[in-house]
């Protein structure tokens, strides 16, 4: 009886989705765009708690990613990375993905993209699927466009030129700390430098941001942190996002084992946050300078808010300043945005650079050109980092194949919409979501030459000859169209730290090749072209759970030596 039960309700479910598949279908043909068929919604629970497990069988399976039909690929969590810009080749520069849920239009056209990027009000964040991103408060990410002029304002502040000397010295500190427990490591190689990478990304966002200072320690030192400090506590949040997200923290509080230990660092974490947030209150009101970063201005921010709500709102009626939910939820997304993003970035180029010794070399050139033979960690910021185009080459190419987020969505607001892709004007009724597929717009054959190859000095312009170092001083560093490479957004929503991202990964750079090179352990008796191939099969095996990240690097073992 309840198998039969279970059965007819099974059926009723199919016959559903089938219904509202095709219904949907008929409203994205006319939009006079290709159709491809999604039987199962991405965002279905049960899907997504089972399609890592067929993945992982259809992994195993000795099928290419392009075997497999269209409905099959894009019902991969993070399909972009796998699909690059084969889709849009093949369908045009829009394309629309339907399920029985919604209707997504996909677009890869650089001028349709910067219509979309630029009309905020008419093409917003799909706030309530980002609702998770809400695990301590309102934010940012979260916020409607009629109230996220307020939370820019505030996130933008501390972001300044102010701050990037000290962005520049921690770096510094934090790679010279790095490196000297890579080079221990000696031949065995280093244990783990994603791990490592995590390490100098945490370090650096807490002394510049939240002016908590850490020495750096190696993977394979031993754990120096109590369990419910800040480091500790923020960690654990970061390796468990998705989990708490689903969960809430007094839910896992009661469940045994590892699970009661992630509810706690939730609720640790939040508690350091509230002292962070009442240490700095103290210290402005009795007069003294405070911290100067992050959390300055989000006191000033919750001083205007109380204000505000003490006496009332402008004649606009416009809020202002953050509630102290709001600071939370900020402070949040920076340590999860700011943290994450450059720590994978960051060890992607670690393993690229490995497999390019060439184009370590070519780093070397032009630090030591820089540098003119001084230690990079006696150089100001302001005199070093202008210098160093190379080095932001190479985090432009890691970006450009692998961006953190590999597509932007929005959703059609306030009415139907029109927009132009090429010759077709499209008239997208509200509610209608929107993907600007980052990932295929950076690897399109049609905007990059050599489009999937990587290739750091696609970005300078007036490269000089490899006998001719003088003539690095000449060199400019090469912006292609803002909507075809946009790893940090684009328009007015474009991230804040953008520059802190850029002064930390070039810190590192600078300092590690200055003086050293990495390179990839080969097994015994390896050749070069299987290390390459290893090199290659690591590279493209990502997990995008949240962000595109490695889902295995330690499959490759790195040596860090001196040159």
């Known amino acids: 009886m309840i198998a039969q039960v279970l059965l007819g309700c099974a059926v009723v479910y199919t016959a559903w989705s089938i219904a509202c598949l095709e219904a949907n279908v008929r409203k994205a043909r006319c939009l006079n765009v290709p159709v491809v068929r999604l039987p199962i919604d991405s965002n279905n629970v049960f899907w997504i708690i089972l399609q890592p497990h067929v993945w992982r069988v259809l992994d195993w399976l000795p099928f290419a990613w392009s075997s497999y039909p269209r409905f099959v690929r894009f019902s991969r ?100 700390g790095m490196v000297h427990s890579w080079t221990r490591a000696s031949t065995a190689g280093i244990p783990s430098y994603q791990k490592d990478t995590r390490t100098l990304s945490l370090n650096v966002l807490a002394a510049a941001g939240f002016q908590k200072s850490y020495d750096f320690r190696g993977s394979a030192e031993p754990v120096i942190d109590e369990i419910g400090s800040y480091r500790d506590s923020l960690q654990t949040v970061l390796d468990n996002i998705i989990l708490l997200m689903l969960v809430p923290f007094r839910v896992l509080r009661m469940m045994p084992g590892n699970w009661a230990r992630i509810g706690n660092a939730g609720i640790s974490f939040k508690r350091h946050m509230v002292k962070m947030l009442d240490d700095e209150t103290n210290a402005l009101n009795q007069g003294q300078p405070g911290s100067g970063g992050i959390m300055a201005s989000f006191v000033r921010a919750a001083n205007m808010h109380h204000l505000d709500t003490a006496v009332a709102s402008d004649s606009k009626g416009a809020k202002k300043g953050l509630s102290v939910d709001e600071i939370f939820g900020n402070l949040f997304v920076i340590n999860f945005a700011g943290h994450d993003t450059t720590a994978n970035t960051l060890a992607f180029g670690m393993l690229l650079l490995a497999a390019h010794p060439d184009v370590q070399d070519w780093l070397a050139d032009e630090i030591a050109f820089a540098t003119n033979g001084r230690p990079v960690e006696l150089l100001a910021y302001k005199d070093l980092y202008p210098q160093l185009k190379r080095c932001r080459a190479v985090l432009y190419e890691i970006l450009r194949l692998y961006p953190p987020v590999p597509a932007l969505p929005s959703i059609t607001s306030n009415g139907t919409q029109s927009l132009v892709v090429g010759k077709q004007t499209l008239h997208i009724p509200e509610g209608t979501n929107l993907t600007a597929n980052l990932r295929a717009m950076q690897v399109h054959p049609q905007y990059w030459t050599n489009a999937t190859d990587w290739q750091p000095s696609r970005w300078i312009s007036n490269p000089a000859p490899a006998n001719a170092p003088d003539e690095i001083a000449n060199e400019q560093l090469l912006m292609p169209s803002k909507h075809i490479f946009f790893p940090w957004g684009e328009g007015p929503q474009i991230c804040p730290g953008k520059k802190f991202a850029e002064v930390e990964a070039v810190a590192a750079l600078a300092y590690l090749f200055q003086t050293h090179r990495i390179l990839v352990k080969k097994g015994e008796g390896e050749k070069d072209d299987s290390v390459r191939e290893r090199v290659d099969h690591c590279l493209n095996d990502v997990d995008l759970e949240m962000l595109v990240r490695l889902r295995d690097a330690d499959r490759v073992t790195l040596i860090c030596k001196e040159a």
């Not at 993905?97 to 008419?122: C, K, Y």
């Open 77 to 176: 969590r993070g399909w972009y990375f796998a699909e690059r810009a084969t889709a849009h080749e093949q369908l045009g520069p829009a394309w629309a993905l339907v399920s029985p849920v919604a209707i997504n239009l996909h677009f890869a056209d650089p001028d349709t993209i910067g219509d979309i990027v630029t009309r905020r009000g008419d093409f917003q964040r799909p706030t309530k699927e980002l609702e998770l991103l809400e695990l301590y408060g309102p934010c940012i990410s979260t916020a409607k466009w009629d109230d996220w002029p307020r939370h820019r304002k505030v996130m933008a502040t501390p972001f300044n030129e102010t701050i990037m000397k000290f962005v520049w010295d921690e770096s510094v500190r934090q790679a010279k």
